[in-house]
C-alpha cells in the first residue's frame, strides 16, 4: 500500500509539473528529496529527512539516534534511476551502505550528474551515560547523587567500563540555565577521556557558545603556548542521563589541588559571585573578593587566616613604593610566566568576567609563590558577552584593552619593563601561528557539524524548526562570526603590545 501511494504521490507531481522543472517534458538529473523512513529502517526512531545541496551535488543529514549498521534503505525521488557503484538502487526497497560518504549517479532524460551522499552515524563524538539510581533527578548544586558512568571514547580515547559516580549540578548563572552543567565525583581515581587519574571531573553545557568553542579554544591555547604548571584537557562529547540525550557538553578536569592538577599549595579564585557559606575574604588594598576553593577551609582557621595574610601582603608588595626591587620586590614573590600567560589568554578573548570579577584562578604554592591559572571559563568570551549591559558593545568588540586597564594586579604589572617585554615575547609566539589557530578553529568546528545540529533538536539554540540545513547555515555563520571576531582581535592585539 505504501509503495502505491508513493507512485501516485510521484506521478501527480510530475503531472502538476509538466512532467519537468521547466516545461518541455524533462527532468533535471537531480534528487527531489532523500529520506530514511522507520518503515523500511526499524532501528531508526523516527524519519530522517537530508539535506540536498544540487549546486554542490551533496546529500547530507545525521541520524537523530545512534545504530550498529549503517546498511540503510534510503527512499528519494529525483523522476529518474539512481545507481550506486553501477547497481540500481531501488527507492525504498535497496539497501546502501553509508558507514562512508556514498556516490550517487543520477540520471535522467537530461543528462548525469553524481551525488556525494554523506550521512553521519549519530554525532561520532565520544558518548557519556550517566544513570542515577532509580533514575533520580539532579535538582541543586549541593546534594550528591549516586549513580554510574560509563564511556564510549568512540576511537579518540579508551573507552571506560560502567563506574561507580556522584553527581551533582554546578555553576553558578549557568545552574539556572534550562541546559545544567553538571560535577562528577567518581567513587577512586582513574583516568578519564585520555586524561590524568582523579576523582573530579565537570560537564559544562555551553549554553550560551552557540559555536561550543570557546572554552576549548583557550584551553588548547594553554596548551600550546602557555607555561602554565597544570594546563586543562577537556573533550566535546555527547552526554546522555537517564537514557534521555542531553545534547553536546565539554568534559573537563576539576580544578582541584592534586599531583596530577594543580601542584600543591591553594586553588584560591578572585570571586565576586561566591555564596555566603564559602571561605571568602576580602583585601584591605583592592577590596578584591577571595574564595578558597581548594583544599576545604573554615573561615578563621589557622589555614584560612594564612592565606589570607600571604595575598594581602602579596598586594602590600605589588602596590607598594619598592614593587620593582629585585630583592624584595613583587617577582619574589609572584611567577610573573603565570601572570603574563595568564593574561594574554584573557586578553585575547577579551574575557569579561577575568577583569578580576570571578572566575580568576591563581595558585599559592607550598612555598609562598603566587601563580596565576589554571585557565577557566570562556563561554563569555571571544566577542560573546550576551547580557544587554551598556559595557556589552565594548566587551564585544575586538579592539581595545580589557583585563589590563580593568584587572588591578594586571594593571600594576604593566608598570614593570621586564613584565611588559616578557609579555611582547609570549604574545609574538602566538601571533606567529595566527593562520594555524585560526584553521584550528574551523577543525574543531567541523568535527561538531552532527553534534551541534542534535544539540539543537535538543534545545533550539539556533533554530526551533528541527531543520538540518537552516541550523548547518545558522552555524556556519555563528563559526564565521567568531573566526572574523578573533581574526580581527589578532590585528588588533598585535598593533596594540607592539606599542607598549
Given at each position: 500500500?505504501?509503495r502505491?501511494l508513493?507512485s501516485v504521490?510521484?506521478l501527480?507531481?510530475?503531472?502538476?509539473?509538466?512532467?519537468?522543472?521547466?516545461?518541455?517534458g524533462e527532468q533535471e538529473?537531480k534528487f527531489?528529496t532523500?529520506?530514511f523512513?522507520?518503515a523500511d529502517?526499524?532501528q531508526?526512531?523516527k524519519?530522517?529527512q537530508?539535506?540536498?545541496?544540487?549546486s554542490?551535488?551533496?546529500?547530507?543529514?545525521?541520524?537523530?539516534?545512534e545504530?550498529?549498521s549503517?546498511?540503510l534503505?534510503p527512499?528519494f525521488?529525483?523522476?529518474?534511476p539512481?545507481?550506486?557503484d553501477?547497481?540500481e538502487?531501488?527507492?525504498?526497497e535497496?539497501?546502501?551502505d553509508f558507514?562512508?560518504?556514498?556516490?550517487f549517479?543520477?540520471?535522467?532524460?537530461e543528462?548525469?550528474?553524481?551525488?556525494t551522499?554523506?550521512v553521519?552515524?549519530?554525532?561520532?563524538l565520544p558518548v557519556?551515560?550517566?544513570?542515577?539510581?532509580?533514575?533520580?533527578p539532579i535538582?541543586d548544586?549541593e546534594?550528591?547523587?549516586?549513580?554510574?558512568?560509563q564511556i564510549?571514547?568512540?576511537?579518540?580515547f579508551?573507552d571506560?567500563?560502567?563506574t561507580?559516580?556522584e553527581?551533582?549540578?554546578?555553576g553558578?548563572s549557568t545552574?539556572?540555565?534550562?541546559?545544567k552543567p553538571y560535577?562528577?565525583?567518581?567513587?577512586?581515581?582513574?583516568?578519564v577521556?585520555g586524561?590524568?587519574?582523579?576523582k573530579?571531573?565537570?560537564?559544562?553545557?555551553?549554553?550560551n557558545?552557540?559555536v561550543?568553542?570557546?572554552?576549548?579554544l583557550?584551553?588548547w591555547?594553554?596548551?600550546e603556548?602557555?607555561?602554565l604548571d597544570?594546563?586543562q584537557g577537556?573533550e566535546?562529547?555527547?552526554?546522555?542521563?537517564n537514557?534521555e540525550?542531553k545534547?553536546?557538553?565539554?568534559?573537563c578536569e576539576?580544578?582541584k589541588v592534586?599531583k596530577?592538577?594543580?601542584p600543591d599549595g591553594?586553588?584560591?579564585e578572585?570571586?565576586?559571585?561566591?555564596?555566603?557559606?564559602?571561605?571568602?575574604f576580602?583585601t584591605?588594598i583592592?577590596?578584591?573578593?577571595?574564595?578558597?576553593k581548594?583544599p576545604?577551609?573554615e573561615?578563621?582557621s589557622?589555614?584560612f587566616?594564612?592565606v589570607?595574610?600571604?595575598?594581602?601582603?602579596f598586594e602590600?608588595?605589588l602596590f607598594?613604593?619598592?614593587?620593582?626591587?629585585?630583592?624584595s620586590?613583587?617577582?619574589?614573590?609572584a611567577?610573573i610566566?603565570?601572570?603574563?600567560d595568564?593574561?594574554?589568554?584573557?586578553?585575547?578573548?577579551k574575557?569579561?568576567d577575568?577583569?578580576f570579577?570571578?572566575?580568576?584562578?591563581l595558585?599559592?604554592?607550598?612555598?609562598g609563590?603566587i601563580?596565576?591559572?589554571?585557565?577557566?571559563?570562556?563561554?563569555?568570551g571571544?566577542g560573546?558577552?550576551?547580557?544587554?549591559?551598556?559595557?556589552?558593545?565594548?566587551?564585544?568588540s575586538?579592539?581595545?584593552?580589557?583585563?589590563?586597564?580593568?584587572?588591578a594586579?594586571?594593571e600594576?604589572?604593566?608598570?614593570?619593563?621586564?613584565?611588559?617585554?616578557l609579555?611582547?615575547?609570549?604574545w609574538?609566539?602566538i601571533?606567529a601561528?595566527r593562520a594555524?589557530?585560526?584553521?584550528k578553529?574551523?577543525?574543531?568546528a567541523?568535527?561538531?557539524r552532527a553534534?551541534?545540529?542534535?544539540?539543537?533538536l535538543r534545545?533550539q539554540?539556533l533554530s526551533?524548526?528541527?531543520?538540518?540545513?537552516?541550523?548547518?547555515r545558522?552555524?556556519?555563520?555563528?563559526v564565521?562570526?567568531?573566526v572574523e571576531?578573533?581574526?580581527?582581535r589578532?590585528?588588533?592585539?598585535n598593533?596594540?603590545?607592539?606599542a607598549?
Open positions: 500500500m505504501k502505491l508513493l504521490m510521484m501527480l507531481l510530475l503531472a502538476g509539473c509538466g512532467g519537468s522543472d521547466g516545461g518541455g538529473p527531489k532523500f529520506e523512513l522507520t529502517n526499524p531508526l526512531a524519519n530522517v537530508l539535506y540536498i545541496d544540487s554542490a551535488a551533496t546529500v547530507s543529514g545525521v541520524l537523530t539516534v545504530v550498529s549503517m546498511v534503505v527512499t525521488w529525483l523522476g529518474g539512481a545507481t550506486v553501477g547497481q538502487v531501488v527507492s525504498g535497496s539497501a546502501v558507514s562512508e560518504p556514498v556516490t549517479e543520477v540520471t535522467t532524460e543528462g548525469v550528474k553524481r551525488y551522499v554523506d553521519k552515524n549519530f554525532s561520532e557519556v551515560r550517566i544513570t542515577t539510581n532509580n533514575n533520580a535538582v548544586k546534594n550528591w547523587i549516586v549513580g554510574t558512568m564510549d571514547g568512540k576511537g579518540r579508551a571506560m567500563p560502567s561507580s559516580i553527581i551533582r549540578g554546578r553558578n545552574w539556572d540555565y534550562p541546559k560535577a562528577i565525583k567518581l567513587s577512586s581515581k582513574r583516568e577521556a586524561m590524568p587519574e582523579h573530579r571531573w565537570v560537564l559544562l553545557a555551553h549554553w557558545d552557540k561550543h568553542l570557546r572554552t576549548e583557550a584551553f591555547l594553554g596548551r603556548y602557555a607555561d597544570w594546563k577537556g566535546q562529547v555527547e552526554l546522555f542521563l537514557g540525550h545534547g553536546s557538553y565539554f568534559l576539576h580544578i592534586d596530577n592538577r594543580i591553594y586553588a584560591i578572585v570571586d565576586a559571585k561566591a555564596g555566603s557559606d564559602e571561605p571568602v576580602y584591605t583592592t577590596n578584591l573578593p577571595f574564595n578558597v581548594d576545604d577551609v573561615v578563621a589557622a589555614e587566616d594564612a589570607k595574610q600571604a595575598i594581602n601582603d602590600s608588595v607598594g613604593d619598592d614593587f620593582l626591587d629585585e630583592e620586590g613583587y617577582k619574589s614573590i611567577d610566566g603565570s601572570f603574563v595568564w593574561w594574554i589568554s584573557n586578553e585575547f578573548s574575557n569579561k577575568a577583569s570579577y570571578t572566575s580568576c584562578y595558585n599559592l604554592t607550598a612555598e609563590k601563580k596565576m591559572g589554571p585557565l577557566w571559563d570562556y563561554d563569555l571571544w560573546n558577552y550576551v547580557f544587554n549591559f551598556d559595557i556589552t558593545p565594548y566587551i564585544n575586538p579592539e581595545g584593552f580589557w583585563i589590563k586597564d580593568e584587572a594586579w594586571i600594576r604589572m604593566f608598570e614593570d619593563p621586564e613584565f611588559v617585554a609579555a611582547k615575547e609570549k609574538g609566539r601571533y601561528d594555524v589557530i585560526v584553521a578553529v574551523r577543525e574543531m567541523e568535527r561538531q553534534s551541534i545540529y542534535l544539540n539543537d534545545w539554540r526551533n524548526v528541527g531543520d538540518y540545513s537552516l541550523i548547518s545558522y552555524y556556519d555563520a555563528e564565521d562570526k567568531f571576531w578573533i581574526d580581527r589578532f590585528a588588533w592585539m598593533s596594540a603590545i607592539e607598549l
